[in-house]
């Protein structure tokens, strides 16, 4: 995928490393980097995000997110509302990672293996699933 770097000297390949191991993490970030200074709710993000059965690994990923301070919760008028950072560099990788094109996404996409979409799960076990897909 290469080494692609920011205005700001840091690697974006560094940055996806941090989220490879979680697809629902990627997926997130995607989607708010193509919103960058958008505010959505927890329903929009679970329909937009996920297939069946795909909630209980959004709401994760979403308050894992925003743990790390990429995803900020705000509340309007009694309504939770998510948003992309706006703190730098945070929100550049973001939106610079959105900015991939379709092939490249893919090939994030396929790193981050849907049996590895817990947070907790060791790096070993991509390893290990990589090794028995070939």
Not at 76 to 105: F, I, Q
Request: some cysteine.
């Amino acid at each position: 995928m290469g080494n692609a770097e920011t205005s700001n000297g840091l690697s974006l390949d560094d940055f996806i490393g941090k989220f490879e191991d979680n697809h629902y993490c990627l997926e997130l970030l995607q989607f708010f980097g193509a919103h960058p200074c958008a505010r959505f709710n927890k329903l929009a993000l679970i329909h937009a995000l996920s297939d069946n059965g795909g909630k209980s690994h959004v709401e994760r990923a979403l308050a894992h997110l925003a743990k790390k301070g990429i995803v900020e919760a705000y509340t309007d008028n009694n309504a939770h509302l998510y948003s992309l950072t706006e703190r730098e560099p945070m929100h550049e990788m973001v939106v610079d990672l959105a900015k991939l094109g379709g092939h490249k996404w893919q090939v994030v996409l396929r790193q981050s293996a849907p049996w590895t979409t817990e947070i907790s799960h060791p790096p070993m076990l991509h390893a290990v699933a990589a090794k028995n897909t070939s």
